[in-house]
């Protein structure tokens, strides 16, 4: 398991990878919470994402191999590409044919191979798995691995380091790694703090493998959160469990409720988010959530979304 401990540490590699992020007042989602919302800004880390952190974290820690290699929705890739190229070896990102051609580019701008295989994260994961066995590349996974829990869970540090009297923080929910490592960072320091997962209702593997009380397989769907798609494994290891276990409240979300997010982080706030780290406002502006316990922080978990479906969502047309 990860420790209080593993999350110091991994702050301590990863300062000068990673950028600190600011945290700003919502007037708006505060009115509509019925008490103080703060947005936590990991949007505008380098590479579009808070996935810079695990990634960084993790590839920091690599002994020899011919390179580097996961499965990725596109955040996850994107940041181990970055990773990749400080540390000067090769990266091969595997995706499916659902991942947003605007991650597919960034990822090749980075001078990794994004290497298309499969029509669902899992089937991605098998050729990052081959890579592993048949060509010696060494395979970060993009959250079921402790160090990229842990330095997710630096996120945790910093937002009570910025906001100590923060009641509860709602954290996108996809395969569990930021959830997890955030709460338990946040959880260790402050235990009454209450952890909200928030994700969406298409497709959403956590949620099913928590109801059905194991990890379970899940038809992964096109959603505005394409960010929070994928299984979480049939063998996971850590980030089940840890939900399981640290997890408050878990909402689920309509593809309407997801783009209103999109639209009011836009409009009323001037941020440009993927609908991954528009579920926090989301839930809020549906009433799913409220911050009537005291200061509510929200993950704003990315900004690489694409420029034709943002401005799709903005008119209207999704």
């Keep these: ?30 009115e509509a919470a019925g008490g103080p919302v703060w947005l936590k800004c990991e949007h505008e880390q380098e590479t579009g994402a808070f996935k810079l952190r695990g990634a960084s974290n993790a590839a920091a820690q690599l002994g020899q191999a011919a390179g580097v290699t996961t499965a990725s929705t596109g955040n996850h890739g994107r940041a181990l590409a970055h990773a990749a190229r400080q540390l000067g070896i090769p990266a ?55 160090d990229v829990v ?29 959830l997890a ?42 959603t505005l959160a394409d960010s929070l798609g994928g299984g979480i494994g049939l063998e996971n290891r850590l980030t089940f469990v840890l939900c399981r276990d640290l997890m408050d409240e878990l909402i ?10 999109i639209r009011f982080l836009a409009a009323e706030e001037g941020e440009t988010v993927e609908g991954a780290a528009a579920v926090g406002a989301a839930a809020v502006l549906a009433g799913k959530l409220r911050a009537e316990l005291g200061p509510l922080v929200l993950l704003l978990s990315g900004r690489n979304i694409d420029p034709g479906l943002h401005r799709a969502v903005m008119e209207g047309e999704r």
């Design 1 to 30: 398991m990860v420790t209080l401990e593993d999350i110091r540490a991994a702050q301590a590699r990863i300062r000068g990878m990673v950028r600190e992020t600011p945290m700003r007042a919502s007037a708006g989602l505060s």
């Design 92 to 146: 091969i990102i595997c995706v499916s044919r659902l991942v947003p051609k605007n991650k597919i580019a960034a990822i090749e701008a980075l001078g990794a191979e994004a290497r298309v295989t499969g029509a669902s994260q899992d089937e991605a994961f098998e050729e990052a798995r081959r890579l592993e066995r048949e060509e010696g590349f060494a395979l970060i996974p993009p959250f079921d691995h402790p």
């Design 150 to 178: 842990a330095g997710q869970g630096t996120l945790g540090l910093e937002i009570l380091g910025q906001l100590p009297e923060a009641a509860a923080i709602a954290i996108p929910l996809s395969g569990g790694g930021l």
């Design 181 to 222: 490592g955030v709460a338990l960072a946040a959880k260790a320091l402050k235990p009454d703090i209450r952890i909200i997962g928030i994700s969406m209702e298409r497709g959403a593997a956590m949620a099913a493998s928590l109801a059905a009380g194991h990890p379970v397989e899940v038809e992964e769907l096109e």
């Design 252 to 261: 689920l979300l309509t593809e309407d409720e997801i783009a209103e997010g």
